[in-house]
């Protein structure tokens, strides 16, 4: 069965005012258009257009709860993921997410301890892991994505020491010589200072935000100039945050569209600007780093964090047939498939593995199932039943399909 369902962009204030109405054909609210939701999380489920489909169920939580077998299949209780349309005009908080061990075990632990689901102390507000992807739409899509080379870093804030005037140069030198050692004991102890709340703290951040002021700032230039740039978009938005230093030791990936970055459990990150599909699991559990008015638990933070190096490379797709891209992490809770129909690309036929998500973003396009047909335009959303079996998908547009990974 085809459900066609849609919903409301959510407001956070980070979110362009134009992207995602530019993106999907609808008339801009006027205000911040940060995410548009498409999926079963209770935060913000799906509208079903026509309710008459779903014995009278208003939205896509109330049909799964109501009636699993006809939403997901036999013995499939939960949608396992959340796609997204996400557009970032200011940068996000820093943040991680805790592998499915670490959520389970986080989210017993504050059950047992009594803390309210809705309360700000928590941590965590279910047993799942939350890892996720983003496909960038617009020419570019920046983000900050896991620890660097420490080595690399060190050689950053040497240069900034240098750059520095008399009044901040010792400042810098002092915390890019603690960056030697072991990687991730060195990158561990410097996050866990830099979020501790000791007043040197503020002082480097000054020295820093100061300093790079004079900096020729460039998001496709040498590590200085990148550096310049990141540290005045975030001092913009964040003024004084230990996240504007933390965020120097982490990688800058700067996508173009059609590139993907994964996200897995422990990676810190923070998307920056751009406008990109975002797929996740369905999941709340977001422990913060930094770049945000909201409380830290910085011991937390800390024991859920990869600490090891990485390089933030895109992740690379599957192309099983002209027309498509297939986006497949390492977990499987979710993958996205990306079909370009029309121009010498008749049709293109996709296997169907679970309960699935379409959302069209240019064109027109036909699907057809087992069972059923249906036609989506841009900005037309619609749910696929998996007794529908497989999907062949024809017309000229683009469409982008999330399902499990399996």
Same mark, same amino acid.
């Given at each position: 069965m085809f459900v066609r369902i849609g %919903?409301? !962009? *959510? #407001?956070? $204030?980070?979110? /362009?005012?134009?992207a995602i109405a530019g993106l999907l054909g609808t008339t801009p609210s006027g205000h911040p258009e940060a995410e548009l939701w498409l999926g079963a999380h209770a935060g913000s489920p799906s509208v079903i257009l026509d309710p008459s489909q779903t014995g009278g169920a208003a939205d896509l939580a109330s049909? =799964?709860?109501?009636? !699993?077998? @006809? $939403? +997901?299949g036999e013995g499939v209780k939960r949608l396992p993921y959340l796609l997204k349309v996400l557009a970032a005009a200011g940068p996000l908080s820093l943040q991680a997410h805790p592998s499915n &061990?670490?959520? &389970?075990?986080?989210f017993a632990r504050e059950n047992a301890a009594g803390i309210p689901l809705d309360s700000p102390? *928590? %941590?965590y507000k279910d047993a799942s892991h939350k890892p996720e992807l983003i496909f960038a739409v617009s020419d570019t899509f920046d983000a900050l994505c896991g620890f660097r080379d420490v080595e690399r870093s060190a050689r950053l804030f040497a240069r900034i020491a240098d750059t520095a005037a008399d009044g901040e140069r010792a400042t810098i030198a002092a915390f890019a010589e603690t960056l030697t050692g072991e990687p991730a004991a060195v990158l561990r102890s410097a996050t866990e200072w830099l979020l501790g709340g000791d007043p040197a703290v503020a002082q480097l951040v000054d020295a820093v935000v100061t300093t790079t002021a004079s900096v #020729?700032? #460039?998001? $496709?230039?040498d590590d200085l100039a990148v550096a310049a740039d990141t540290v005045r978009m975030l001092a913009a938005a964040f003024p004084g945050d !230990?996240? =504007?230093? +933390?965020a120097l030791l982490l990688n800058r990936a700067t996508l173009r569209a059609g590139q993907v970055l994964y996200l897995p459990a422990g990676n810190i990150h923070a998307y920056l600007r751009g406008l990109g599909i975002e797929l996740m699991a369905a999941s709340d559990n977001v422990l913060r780093g930094g770049l945000t008015p909201k409380r830290i638990d910085v011991p937390e933070l800390v024991s859920i964090l990869d600490f090891s190096p990485i390089d933030a490379t895109p992740l690379e797709p599957e192309r099983p047939a002209p027309g498509v891209e297939v986006f497949r992490p390492e977990e499987p809770d979710f993958a996205l498939d990306h079909v370009v129909v029309g121009d010498g690309v008749d049709e293109v036929r996709l296997a169907l593995p679970g309960a699935a998500i379409a959302l069209c973003t240019a064109g027109e396009v036909t699907i057809d199932g087992a069972h059923g047909r249906i036609t989506v335009a841009r900005g037309e959303s619609v749910f696929v039943t998996p007794d529908e079996e497989a999907l062949? =998908? /024809?017309? @000229?547009?683009? +469409?982008?399909v999330a399902a499990p990974n399996v």
């Open positions: %919903n409301t !962009p *959510r #407001d956070y $204030a980070w979110g /362009s005012t134009t049909w =799964i709860a109501h009636e !699993p077998g @006809s $939403a +997901l &061990a670490q959520a &389970a075990a986080g102390d *928590r %941590n #020729d700032a #460039d998001p $496709a230039g !230990p996240g =504007i230093v +933390l062949t =998908i /024809s017309g @000229s547009g683009t +469409l982008f």
